[in-house]
Structure formats: C-alpha cells, structure tokens
C-alpha cells in the first residue's frame, strides 16, 4: 500500500490497540504502542531509501529483504526494543506484540497488490502478488479517515476502529469474488489461457490485464466486468543471441527481469549501436507502457548507456539514456 495508507494503518492499530485490557488502564503503554503501531506501519518499506542510489537496486531490492519472514520478527524487537528504552515503566511484552501485529499487517496488505512481496523469503524469492487491491486504495483510505474523525468526536477508538476493520474485511471478500468472475470471463474469451496477471486501478470498477496464451500475450482491460483486448504480442521466447546475452549482462535489465513477470521484447539494429527494450505489460496507461528496460550497446556489444523503471514519454526516455554515463 501506499505511505499514507499504512500510516493511518498505524493510527487505526494503536487506536484497536485500547482494546487490550492492559493497554487500557496504562495511558503511558497506550501512548507507547501508538508510537510503535505508528513506526511498525512503516518500517518494512524503509528500503525506500534504495531508490536514492538507482532504480536497479530500488527495484530487485523493494519489498523483499525487508518484508522477509525473519524482518517481520526482528522489525518489532527493534522497534519496541528502542521504544522501551524511552518509556522503561510501560509492559515490555504488549508493546513488543501490538507494534508486532502493525509490521505483520504492512505485509500482510502489500500481499494484495500487483506489485507484491516476497514474504516468503529466505524459503522463495518468489513475488507474492494476489493483484486485488490498488496500491492506494480510495475506500480503504477513507473509511481510515472516518474512523479517525469519528474518534476524534468521542467515539470508543478500539471499536470504532474494530466496526471498520470488518467492514474492510467484507470489503476485501468482494475484491476477491470480483477477481474470481473477471478471470472466467476472461477463460470464456481465450479458451487456451495459460495464466492472468490482474493488476487493480484506483477506480473500482476497472481492472487491468496481462494474459498468457498458448501463442500471445494479451493485454487487456475489464470494466464493469466486460473484457476488452487492448493490445496482442506474439508469444516469442528471449533467444540466446550475442546482442541479448550482452545486454543481459547490465545491472538495470537484469533488476527489471528479476521483478517483471510478463514482458515484451524487442532488438533494433541503428547505424552506430544496438538497442534491447523490455516492456512489462502489466501496466499499460493510455495507451503507452510505461515500465520497461533499455540497454543501448556499441557494435562490439559494450554496453553504452541504460535504464529501468518508469517513463511516460519516449522523449524522457531518450534524456534518461543520455544522462547515464558511459
């Protein structure tokens, strides 16, 4: 989910939180744990940072290590350990579980999204992605907010916030049936489907398509539970061409080819150097796809110039290449 949703995330968690007997006659361990819900809400996407250095290392690195299975027991134990540091009179052991129960639900809901996690690591590095929810979801962010306006006009903040979380529960049971008819709609229109990558909108009621076939890929929209093919690719494997091998070799292709699960690619031979493109087709905006891996190399196949990530013109994509240093 998106930084402003687990924060209120964070918020909703400590507020449940005065729900624990414990927590509810201790002011000091209530206001302890908000400040843990509040940081373990946020800590696993602190891998953020990565995208400082470059997009390759943002984009093999976003959402693994730090949503990994021992990250989700050592991001409370930090986080309740520096805490309890500064509040030593509050109960070590519900703070330690309520900040526990924040960092296992940031997971937990980025699970939902097209983009995933691999919260399976150290076992897989498999992406977990179950492509149900939109990274920001407008209904899950404003029932959030309701319920922080409601709590602020004196209604109880644990069930306030328990009355939203079941609605949201429901919520999510719909997405899922919905996903469910999208996907026999789509086998009743391609009978030789082999898989369906569903990536949500923001809008509710429209879905965008990435479907392998026996022979194409397929990309596709679904709007109020109708299918519509946008766009075909043949099905064509990646050879094992010296140009690809070379171009294979540089850190930006190889980060997108570690995270894109369905891609189209091409090679276009110029006067003076090659160039190898990958688009993802999992994320087609009007028309344009804009999340793709180029790598432009010199006739002896040194590679000149590259990029990976997310680009909405070509003329932008040609400034990116040409800022890269040789």
Known sequence: MDTGTHIVMGIALGSMATLDPIVAQDPMLAEAILIGTLAGSQAPDLDTILKLKNNAKYIRNHRGITHSIPAVFLWPLLISGIIYYFYPEVNWLHLWMWTFIAVILHVFVDIFNA??????????????????????????????????????????????????????????????????????????????????????????????????????????????????????????????????EAAKKDDNLSAFLSFSPVYHWEVNEYSNHYEVRFTDLRYRSKGYYPFVAVVQLDLDLNIVSSYTGWIFSEGKLRKKLELIPN
């Open 115 to 244: 983009y995933g996690t691999q919260a399976l690591r150290p076992f897989t590095k498999k992406w977990v992605a179950l492509g149900l929810i939109n990274t920001f979801d407008p209904f899950i962010f404003v029932m959030h907010i309701v319920g922080i306006a409601a709590v602020f006009a004196g209604t109880h903040p644990g069930y306030t916030f328990l009355l939203i979380y079941i609605i949201l529960a429901g919520y999510y049971i719909v997405r899922f049936r919905q996903q469910l008819n999208i996907k026999e709609a789509v086998h009743k229109l391609i009978p030789d489907v082999e898989e369906i990558i569903i990536v949500p909108t923001i809008r509710y009621n429209e879905w965008h398509l990435a479907i392998t076939a026996k022979k194409y890929f397929y990309v596709a929209r679904a709007k109020y539970g109708k299918i519509s093919i946008l766009d075909t690719f043949e099905k064509c494997p990646v050879p094992n061409t010296p140009i690809i």
